[in-house]
């Protein structure tokens, strides 16, 4: 299937220099290529693009906590931040970074925007877990969260790791580039926002954020500020096309409209923000102002394929309209439009020449036929990443028949089970 969507039932794709060549139904001659797949009896599809994403979140999955947090207040300030974000070290962040990509890659995705959330393990932080994504050979946008939320000093180091890392790595037309990133407007203060706002335009890196995933961060803004808080980012002159908003659950009519003015793009988590009891974004309203949205899995669930099934059902029942969110637009959500909202929607996201040649083929064996007509439904309401059978990334493949060629996965998941264990290990004692 290429980015047009058009079914070709037996077919093939050349490569070159990282870069897409041709697709044709029959095996192309007469062209010079580093590399021809066959994806004969296969569904091939763009990488999945994974907008938003916590590599080091896996080491969270299964964590045994006294009790579940009431809200998400709670559960930053009772959980996440005391015993899971000031406790990461480097060791546990780069194993946590490798067992994560191989999870994406092994169901599909190829590419994604991280923000690692640990501000006492830098630093030199990024370089470890950029390290990790180049092992497992997957296409990444790192970056740190900056805040005053430990203290002042802390935040300037941490946006000082962002820029020492976009100098680094983004002039290298690499797999692996940077983005700025602050967290909330109940974490920065206006000042230190400004001064980020400042180094991302000196640097053309963006900026990735958390916008409005709680009720909590716009209670606090109406109460200090007296406005909405994309009201204060406008005012302040931080919003623009180079920001990726992540989240964005309570985010108003009124609010939707600014961020549509600015170009802002936006990265959507159905399934976490339903697991810590934030809400269910207004997704919908942000497709109908013609924002530009990407699907993400907020570093809680790895395999895209639930997020996109998430994405298609969950909308539909709040809602009560079985015509929104359909096949199509969620799929996009999941490839170009991912790839627009992390800036890489020229290199990534479809299928084509002249892009990079990050693709994924699946098992075509549905129980049911595959047709022209029903083949994105189905990958969206019953596609899974185990259908996953290989995954190609700048002209490389790192999944081959559903197994990951570029690290010992026994290996990596042995030491993530160990960094895990030494992060549970800090937790308080059930009485």
Same mark, same amino acid.
């Given at each position: ?14 490569? =070159? ?57 709670? +559960?930053?300030?009772? +959980? ?73 000093? @802390?935040?300037?180091?941490?946006? =000082? ?18 983005? +700025? ?13 400004? @001064? ?26 109406? =109460? ?40 802002? =793009? ?6 976490? @923000? ?37 994405? +298609? ?119």
């Amino acid at each position: 299937m290429d980015s047009n969507r058009r079914i070709i039932p037996r077919g093939f794709i050349a490569v =070159k220099d990282s870069e897409i060549l041709s697709i044709d139904p029959g095996e192309p001659s007469g062209l010079t290529s580093d590399l021809t797949i066959d994806a004969s009896n296969k569904i091939a599809l763009p990488g999945l693009v994974c907008a938003h994403n916590h590599m080091y979140g896996i080491l969270s999955h299964g964590m045994p906590i006294q009790a579940a947090p009431s809200n998400f207040r709670s +559960f930053l300030y009772d +959980f996440w931040w005391p015993y899971v974000e000031d406790k990461l070290n480097k060791k546990q962040i780069e194993t946590a970074a490798r067992s994560a990509c191989v999870e994406m890659a092994k169901s599909g995705t190829t590419c994604f925007a991280d923000i690692l959330e640990a501000p006492n393990s830098i630093p030199a932080i990024l370089d470890a877990e950029a390290s990790a994504v180049k092992e497992v050979g997957l296409r990444g946008i790192l970056s740190l969260e900056a805040s005053e939320r430990v203290n002042r000093k @802390n935040g300037e180091d941490c946006v =000082k790791e962002n820029l020492e890392f976009i100098k680094e790595w983004n002039d290298r037309n690499d797999t692996i580039r940077g983005k +700025f990133c602050t967290h909330t407007l109940f974490t920065c203060s206006l000042e230190f926002l400004s @001064n980020v706002r400042e180094l991302a335009n000196q640097y053309k890196a963006g900026i990735h954020i958390h916008l409005e995933e709680g009720a909590y961060e716009t209670d606090f803004c109406m =109460k200090k500020y007296g406005e909405l808080p994309v009201t204060v980012y406008d005012r302040i002159g931080y919003l623009g096309p180079d920001v990726l908003a992540s989240q964005c659950v309570h985010t108003s009519t009124e609010e939707i409209a600014i961020l549509q003015k600015r170009r802002v =793009k936006l990265a959507h988590m159905p399934l976490s @923000n339903c697991e810590v009891g934030g809400g269910i974004a207004p997704a919908q309203q942000f497709l109908d102002a013609s924002l530009t949205v990407g699907l993400g899995t907020d570093g809680y669930i790895t395999d895209m394929f639930d997020v996109m099934r998430a994405a +298609f059902l969950i909308h539909k029942g709040y809602l009560q309209n079985a015509n929104v969110m359909s096949a199509k637009t969620v799929l996009e959500m999941a490839t170009i439009n991912g790839a627009r909202a992390i800036g890489l929607g020229d290199r990534v996201g479809s299928l084509e020449a002249g892009k990079k040649a990050d693709l994924v083929l699946l098992d075509a064996s549905f129980p049911t036929p595959i047709t022209s007509e029903n083949v994105i439904p189905q990958l969206v309401t019953f596609g899974r990443g185990n259908f996953v059978q290989h995954v190609f990334v700048d002209g490389k493949q790192v999944v081959k028949n559903g197994g990951i060629v570029t690290v010992d996965e026994e290996e990596v998941n042995i030491n993530c089970k160990t960094a895990a264990e030494s992060l549970w290990e800090q937790l308080p004692r059930r009485r």
